[in-house]
């Protein structure tokens, strides 16, 4: 078989290129593409070790190496940390891409009979691979900016009532803006069994109005502070792992108030 050495570092840049542009995406790095295309380079380079006569560990230590230089050269050195987020978010794409690719290939060229495979004769061409890896990562950004901003919005709620302390994970609903006598009313799926005064506040929804009971507290909430709150008890809340549903407008006062530290400071 004819193997044509320009063919295959072309192919090896061109996958290297979408794996650093992904990870710049994933990360939010603002480099030039010129950066990317130097750090797909370096990346492509490692096609020649093939002919060159190394063990299997020397080959991995070189590859390691050469995917740190990628890292570098495309997105720069600030510090470790930042460095370590590159590469390790780099070589997630690259298992990504690279076992979605291998999933591909057992699918078209290999049958089965049982748990025995064997070759069929059939394989991708990689025209078509080139074409699907961009899909694949587009996919793979599109998700994780959907998680990203979806699990920002979990918090940890700990809240003290009387002689009681719970700790409770929250979700920051901004559809949740009702407020009574100027508190946000947040709202917990867990039984009223605390001896507070009840104030009964009206709500409406689209599938009707009524009066929601609650009790007034204090929660303090680590990445966003405290809030004095009425804190409302239903059995309609079923979102998943969520016992608390947090209140839109403190998100506003918290926004608020941190552009007052930012003027205090200046």
């Known amino acids: 078989m004819t193997v044509y050495i320009d063919g295959v570092l072309f192919l090896n840049?061109?996958?290297?290129?979408?794996?650093?542009?992904?990870?710049?995406?994933?990360?939010?790095?603002?480099?030039?593409?010129?950066?990317?295309?130097?750090?797909?380079?370096?990346?492509?380079?490692?096609?020649?070790?093939?002919?060159?006569?190394?063990?299997?560990?020397?080959?991995?230590?070189?590859?390691?190496?050469?995917s740190i230089l990628m890292n570098l050269f495309s997105f720069y050195y600030k510090d470790i940390k930042y460095t370590l987020t590159n590469i390790t978010t780099f070589y997630i794409v690259s298992i990504l891409l690279g076992g979605f690719l291998y999933m591909l290939n057992i699918e078209f060229s290999y049958k089965h009979e049982g748990i025995i495979f064997y070759n069929n004769g059939l394989s991708i061409n990689v025209i078509i691979l080139f074409i699907i890896s961009p899909i694949i990562l587009y996919i793979y950004v599109k998700q994780s900016k959907m998680f990203q901003k979806k699990i920002k919005n979990y918090h940890k709620v700990n809240i003290k009532i009387g002689k009681k302390e719970l700790s409770l994970n929250g979700f920051l609903d901004t559809g949740n803006t009702l407020t009574y006598k100027g508190k946000p009313v947040i709202i917990t799926n867990i039984k009223n069994t605390f001896r507070k005064k009840k104030i009964f506040v009206p709500y409406a929804v689209i599938n009707g109005a009524g009066l929601l009971e609650c009790i007034e507290t204090q929660i303090y909430i680590p990445d966003m502070g405290t809030y004095d709150v009425l804190l409302g008890f239903s059995d309609n809340l079923n979102i998943s792992g969520v016992d608390v549903l947090l209140n839109g407008k403190m998100e506003e006062n918290n926004v608020t108030k941190n552009k007052r530290n930012i003027q205090i400071d200046i």
Do not use: H
């Not at 990870?23 to 950066?35: E, H, P």
């Open 13 to 66: 840049f061109a996958f290297d290129f979408i794996l650093l542009l992904t990870t710049s995406i994933v990360l939010k790095r603002n480099t030039k593409i010129f950066n990317l295309v130097l750090g797909a380079f370096i990346g492509s380079l490692s096609t020649l070790i093939l002919f060159i006569n190394v063990n299997s560990i020397q080959l991995f230590i070189i590859k390691i190496y050469l």
